[in-house]
């Protein structure tokens, strides 16, 4: 935290302090992983997931004609997505989810194919991303306003 508001700090006092808040609640809020019992099955649901996208990508390529397409190729076309999850973007992602998975593909594909092919990959996972991102922001709003919340017990007041 210190680190952080003072390397901050030299641009922007009032920044580095802000930033240091965020860096310490982040912090906080991954103490759980110092508990084996919480970082286990951590570990283990963050290591099925990336397996799973992975895998996915490689049989969406396999489905719209791109059979040449190696789980490895899918781990890298993976990783040059999480990139593009990770800069700032516009609302839903739009256009750095296609760059990426266009620049992904591009590196194991042929030109021909990733007009053809490769755009019917792009299509299918950036409008498979909207329904899901939609179903589960319909399903969230669900639980939340008609779902009713237990009633607190007295063990769980801290």
């Known amino acids: ?17 802000r930033v240091a808040d965020a860096v310490g609640r982040l912090s906080d809020g991954l103490r759980f992983l110092t508990n084996p019992r919480y970082t286990a099955p951590y570990v283990a649901v963050t290591l099925m997931s990336a397996f799973a996208h992975i895998w996915a ?6 489905a719209v004609g791109l059979p040449e397409l190696s789980l490895a190729q899918a781990t890298s076309i993976v990783g ?23 620049a992904g593909l591009a ?10 092919e490769g755009a019917v990959l792009v299509f299918v996972f950036y409008v ?16 939340e306003y008609w779902v009713p919340s237990p009633e607190p017990r007295a063990h769980d007041a801290v």
């Open 1 to 17: 935290r210190a680190v952080t508001e003072r390397t901050i700090g030299v641009v922007s006092v009032e920044l580095g302090k």
């Open 57 to 62: 990508i490689e049989m969406l390529g396999h």
């Open 80 to 102: 040059v997505l999480a990139i593009a999850y990770m800069l700032p973007n516009a609302p839903g992602f739009f256009g750095a989810l296609q760059l990426a998975l266009y």
């Open 107 to 116: 590196v194991y594909v042929t030109p021909e194919k990733v007009v053809t």
């Open 128 to 143: 498979t991303y909207l329904v899901l991102i939609a179903a589960l922001g319909g399903i969230a709003a669900a639980v």
